[in-house]
């Protein structure tokens, strides 16, 4: 099967504009793009920058835009973007500076992650439990819908509000919030709102689901915002610890 | 050049070995860096599925768990190290739990436990079938809230080993191209697997093996190289892993005439024996003509929608997308294929090498606990255990002792290969061929099972491919995000270990976990209860050979 990409080349360090280069190569029907982009740079051109590791959607590497839609890049089979031959367009993330090719700098990204605090927080004044502390099996079933999240960093490139606004922290770091806040276990939840109920925060969201459309695991990060402004409006009326 | 950057410790590798292992540095209080070529939570340990093994249960306890891993490792495994991980497993699963795993829960609101392979219990402790990503991006939020400094995208391209004493490492950052000196008074190595010296593997392609050749060429001993494990459930092509959990959850593996064939081979276990039998046990059903187009079937049908939704949606999900199969109304294919390496850095229980200053941990490391055969749910274990022992004993090594002198020598050497690199001529053979050639030459060679005349072909090919790699060109003369040049480099340091595991496979003359010989089918205790070492030398790997430590088990037969 042919297949053809259309890629946007870009060196940060080089003079130059970015430009796209068209590269077609001969694969198997099954190929993903990643795949592609493999035998591009093994057999072709080994000028061409993106990251891969895992190959099988859990280790977050390969996210870009694929025909505009942010997307992993190892999910996406070719035959799924186009009929036989027809060019696909692959692009690096989108609200992020790029580095080279199809690598973001992912900095800012990573920068928003950490600032919601993503990590249990422990009242040390409690006492520990003897062992694990319990969790509710439902609960723990739904926490790890937002477990799920691998930081890739599609929906961060397919939020509108980021594109407008590069303060705002972004559906993956807001859905990590709310993973920590939804936890029986941490004592952060009213530290944590306070920090993130904000102009640049929680309320930028217009709940345009771009994040749970693209996200390549399932996550509902526009829910997970939801949900986040629930608790913090229950906290100012005084119904919630 | 700048100048240069000192740290304590300084550990290589971010998945859960390193990131378990920077903690534990950080926490006794010493000034402790990572470096990892990819961010940390891309690192391969994100690829575990099924879970982490330690005895919780009220029926089960620490002995029988040791028992379980000493026969699973057909009593390869070191049963001091063995002892020391069983005990200190269910104390490292709560505080992970503490640290915030959302791990999968009983009606109680306990921690819930699944059977796996070759364990007397339901031992293994999951995220529903994402417990390594669950587990991995755990620790990095603790490495976050201690603010642990870390270089991501470095790539090391050797160790500082100066009068026996490791001083640090010489690494390249991938942004810039530029290569430095990163000077430690300890270096963790948690370099991960090496399972892209086999084609296909489970492993991720960052999987190069890279602690395992830059502590071999630093001189300390590669150990039980030889050992490599095929897992029963991979998909065909791509050698993509589907969790042992698939079968702990009650998953069937079929034959072509729909038969539960694992009843021939392990009547008691069935399809929860240990790895080594399972995955031999369907290479002879495809061997004799039952397979179906070069594979078995695993079979979930019978688990009802609900359990696969809840506890195995991933591997359902990657199964729709790379093989086109709805577990939930088809049988997947599935065949045996490279998983993991039970080799590597030979350590001590403390994670300390032979090579005073230089520790290992995880994948790359060889305490032993895994032996001649791994049990599913060990790995994960390794890591926290073994990461969090290495990381205190650097700590304490490190502590006042005083930094390292700078290595204008070791940056100049390496600096001056990579320009070698740049430099060839640009009409030599693709990396990506020799590396494919690599890949085959091991699978078939030095596979699920082994002969003699085999291992020797694909020693003989490695060993040309090793000539043939000195006039692989790299096209690319660009410093940023130079992957070509480093994927050269990663091929030398694959084509390394891929003779190591060849000799030493060539020369062990008997069966033994996952070691099958087909002209020496029975474990042979008198000759070969010992530890195969492989040192570096000028002319190839030299092997030696060094006691198994043997505290509670003598070895019996191995039946399932």
């Given amino acids: 099967m042919e297949v053809r990409l259309r890629v946007r080349r870009y060196d940060s360090t080089a003079d130059g504009e970015p430009s796209y280069q068209q590269y077609a190569i001969d694969a198997p029907e099954s190929v993903t793009i990643l795949d592609s982009l493999l035998i591009i740079r093994e057999r072709v051109d080994g000028s061409l920058a993106f990251r891969s590791s895992c190959r099988s959607a859990i280790c977050g590497s390969c996210a870009m835009r694929i025909n505009g839609a942010s997307r992993l890049a190892c999910k996406t089979k070719v035959v799924d973007m186009a009929s036989r031959g027809r060019e696909i367009t692959v692009e690096p993330l989108a609200n992020l500076p790029v580095i080279k090719d199809l690598i973001a700098d992912m900095t800012p990204f990573y920068e928003k992650m950490r600032a919601v605090s993503p990590w249990l927080m422990i009242d040390e004044a409690k006492p520990l439990p003897d062992r694990e502390y319990l969790m509710d099996a439902a609960r723990s079933l739904r926490l790890s819908q937002f477990v799920a999240c691998i930081q890739c960093a599609a929906c961060y490139s397919a939020c509108p509000i980021v594109a407008l606004d590069d303060q705002y922290l972004g559906p993956a770091a807001l859905a990590k919030a709310f993973r920590y806040c939804h936890d029986p276990r941490d004592d952060g939840k009213a530290q944590r709102l306070a920090g993130i109920a904000q102009e640049q925060g929680l309320w930028r969201c217009h709940t345009v689901f771009s994040c749970a459309e693209q996200c390549p695991k399932g996550v509902n990060p526009t829910e997970a915002i939801q949900q986040l402004k629930k608790m913090v409006m229950l906290m100012r009326l005084g119904l919630s610890r | 050049m700048s100048e240069a950057l000192t740290h304590d410790v300084l550990v290589v590798g971010a998945g859960l070995a390193g990131m378990r292992a920077a903690l534990e540095a950080a926490r006794q209080g010493v000034d402790v860096a990572l470096l990892t070529k990819v961010y940390p939570l891309r690192s391969h ?166 602690g395992h050749a830059l502590a071999y ?11 490599v494990q095929f897992h029963p459930t991979t998909l065909k092509e791509s050698g993509v892993l589907i969790t042992e959990g698939a079968r702990g959850e009650g998953g069937y593996l079929l034959n072509s005439q729909g038969e539960r064939f694992m009843a021939r081979y392990a009547p008691s276990k069935m399809e929860l024996a240990a790895r080594d039998i399972v995955s031999r046990a369907e290479q002879t059903e495809i061997n004799e003509g039952r397979g179906v187009d070069g594979c078995v079937h695993l079979d979930l049908r019978h688990l009802g929608k609900q359990k696969i939704m809840e506890r195995l949606p991933q591997i359902r999900e990657l199964a729709l997308d790379l093989a086109n199969t709805d577990l939930l109304t088809d049988p997947l294919p599935i065949r045996p294929g490279m998983h993991y390496a039970m080799g590597g850095i030979k350590t001590d229980v403390n994670g300390a090498t032979p090579i005073s200053g230089l520790f290992a941990a995880g994948e790359c490391a060889c305490v032993s606990v895994h032996g001649a055969n791994r049990l599913g749910g060990n790995s994960l274990l390794e890591t926290i255990v073994f990461g969090r022992r290495s990381g205190k004993a650097a700590a304490e090594y490190a502590d006042g002792r005083p930094a390292p002198s700078p290595s204008e020598a070791a940056v100049k050497r390496d600096t001056q290969a990579i320009e070698e690199l740049l430099s060839r001529p640009s009409d030599g053979e693709r990396m990506a061929d020799l590396r494919a050639e690599m890949g085959v030459a091991m699978n078939s060679g030095v596979g699920v099972f082994r002969t003699k005349e085999g291992i020797a072909a694909a020693l003989d090919k490695v060993r040309d491919l090793k000539e043939r790699w000195k006039r692989v060109p790299v096209g690319n003369k660009g410093g940023v995000f130079n992957m070509e040049l480093l994927s050269v480099i990663e091929l030398g340091f694959m084509l390394d270990l891929a003779e190591v595991i060849a000799l030493g496979a060539l020369q062990r003359e008997e069966s033994r976990g996952a070691h099958s010989r087909r002209d020496f089918p029975e474990r042979d205790d008198q000759t070969w209860l010992k530890h195969t070492l492989a040192y570096h030398t000028a002319d190839g790997p030299k092997l030696d050979y060094g006691p198994v430590t043997m505290t509670r088990w003598q070895p019996e037969r191995r039946v399932y």
């Fill in chain 2, 45 to 210: 340990s994100v690829a575990a599925q099924g879970g982490i093994n330690a005895a919780l249960g009220e029926d089960d306890s620490p002995e029988t768990h040791a028992y379980d891993t000493v026969k699973g490792s057909d009593y390869l495994g070191d049963q001091d190290a063995i002892e020391t991980m069983c005990r200190e497993a269910p104390s490292d699963i709560i505080e992970l739990e503490r640290m915030g795993t959302v791990f999968s829960r009983r009606q109680d609101g306990r921690i819930a436990q699944r059977p796996f392979g070759g364990a007397g219990f339901p031992r293994t402790c999951y995220v529903a079938d994402i417990t390594g990503q669950a587990l991995l991006h755990v620790l990095h939020e603790q490495v976050l809230k201690l603010n642990v400094l870390t270089y991501d995208e470095w790539f090391v391209t050797s160790l500082i080993v100066e009068d026996g004493r490791c001083r640090g490492v010489v690494a390249m950052n991938m942004r810039t191209g530029h290569i430095e000196s990163l000077l430690a008074k300890a270096v963790v190595m948690a370099g991960g697997g090496f399972g892209r010296v086999y084609t296909p593997t489970s492993n991720s392609l960052i999987s190069t093996g890279d």
């Fill in chain 2, 217 to 227: 060429r630093a001189g300390a001993p590669l150990m039980d190289m030889e050992f």
